[in-house]
């Protein structure tokens, strides 16, 4: 099978874990970037080697040349870029968050539907190692049927550094984090029929919300809380750990800090490190978000070879996209929000 050709939009911070994840996956390569910031698509060109550069994605899609196209941008451009690479019939993966609202999110997903090219979200959290884990545990039936969970991310770790963008919008933690945090929880026990949620700013040096507390009523029956902060001071760091607590019917989980996976069932207990690996482009704390980034790259162009919808399709994120947007209107109108109304 012939190696896939890629095109990546967006040189900015993120991309330079997806531009090396890009080198490590097996099938597929990058052949033209594209970045509006002359600076930014330098830095990248001659760091990774590609001589195929574009100050504008229009010129480089007319160009062609490409199997499909990695979207790296922030979510202001996310729309426009999607639905000019289904015009041009050419698959895509679009970085989180996938749109700014549920209703673009869905004319994309039309979009790339009636184009036949299939459309992936990189939401690359639920491929994180320990994540996987977990979701083995539970699928191996040893702490029987799942009926509460708890899926944490709490941290008082510098985010602003790297991108300065997230201090400056009317939302902040919930569509950043939290849209991670929403889809493992979906990854776990599964779809949500209703949502509760409260916020707060605690950090008054940034604009949107830091600290969100949400209630998911999953369609199973099971209950579960997804907490997320960038305002707790913590003796030790946990960044950027899940922690996830689950009881079942017969035990439970608990990943702890420090990727500490311990499962308690029928037979005992046992307790298993769960870390992930440092990738030699990699470094602390990143590692665990980077090697995701190449497990997500790798799903794709197994699917984009192979055939089958990926994990995070477009269709899959707008239910993830549906909790986000729920979230930010429950903790508004201080009601429960029912998701499949929205769908
Ligand atoms: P960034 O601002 O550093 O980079 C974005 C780049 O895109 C910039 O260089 C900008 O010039 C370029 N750009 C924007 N619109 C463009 C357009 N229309 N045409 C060409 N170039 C354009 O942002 P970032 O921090 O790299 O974040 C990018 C995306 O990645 C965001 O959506 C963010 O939420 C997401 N992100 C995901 C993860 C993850 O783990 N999945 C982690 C961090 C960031
Ligand atoms: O994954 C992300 O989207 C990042 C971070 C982990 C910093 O929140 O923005």
Redesign the pocket.
């Known amino acids: 099978m012939a190696e896939l050709k890629g095109a990546l939009?967006?040189?900015?911070?993120?991309?330079i874990n997806q531009m090396h994840a890009w080198q490590d996956v097996e099938g597929a390569r990058i052949v033209a970037i594209?970045?509006?910031?002359p600076e930014?698509l330098k830095l990248v060109g001659d760091q990774f080697g590609i001589e195929r550069r574009y100050a504008d994605?229009a010129a480089m899609f007319a160009d062609g040349g490409f199997d499909f196209v990695d979207i790296?941008?922030?979510?202001a451009?996310h729309r426009a870029?999607v639905e000019m690479a289904a015009s041009h019939r050419i698959p895509a993966i679009c970085?989180?968050?996938f749109a700014k609202t549920l209703s673009d999110a869905k004319a994309m997903v039309a979009a790339c539907a009636t184009a036949g090219v299939p459309l992936m979200v990189?939401e690359?959290f639920r491929w994180q190692t320990p994540i996987q884990a977990v979701k083995t545990v539970l699928q191996s039936g040893a702490i029987g049927e799942p009926f509460w969970g708890r899926f944490s991310f709490r941290s008082g770790y510098d985010v602003f550094s790297g991108?300065p963008?997230l201090a400056e919008g009317e939302r902040f933690i919930i569509e950043?984090l939290g849209i991670h945090t929403l889809d493992i929880a979906r990854f776990i026990l599964g779809d949500v029929a209703s949502l509760t949620a409260r916020t707060k700013r605690v950090n008054p040096k940034i604009k949107g919300e830091d600290v969100a507390t949400i209630l998911l009523d999953h369609e199973s029956g099971a209950t579960s809380i997804v907490d997320v902060s960038y305002a707790s001071k913590l003796a030790t760091e946990p960044f950027p750990e899940t922690l996830i607590e689950l009881d079942g019917t017969k035990g439970s989980i608990r990943l702890s800090q420090g990727y500490r996976l311990e499962v308690s069932g029928p037979d005992g207990v046992t307790i298993s490190d769960a870390s992930p690996q440092l990738l030699s482009w990699a470094s602390r704390p990143w590692h665990n978000?980077q090697e995701s980034v190449l497990a997500i790259q790798q799903h794709w162009t197994d699917r984009l070879a192979n055939g089958g919808e990926t994990s995070t399709s477009g269709a899959d994120n707008l239910k993830t996209l549906a909790l986000v947007e729920a979230a930010y209107e429950s903790a508004a109108s201080l009601r429960s929000v029912d998701i499949g109304a929205m769908l």
Not at 9 to 15: H, P, R, T
Not at 34 to 37: E, N
């Open positions: 939009i967006g040189c900015g911070f993120f991309a594209c970045d509006r910031d930014r994605a790296a941008t922030t979510v451009s870029l970085q989180k968050p990189h690359n991108q963008y950043d978000i």
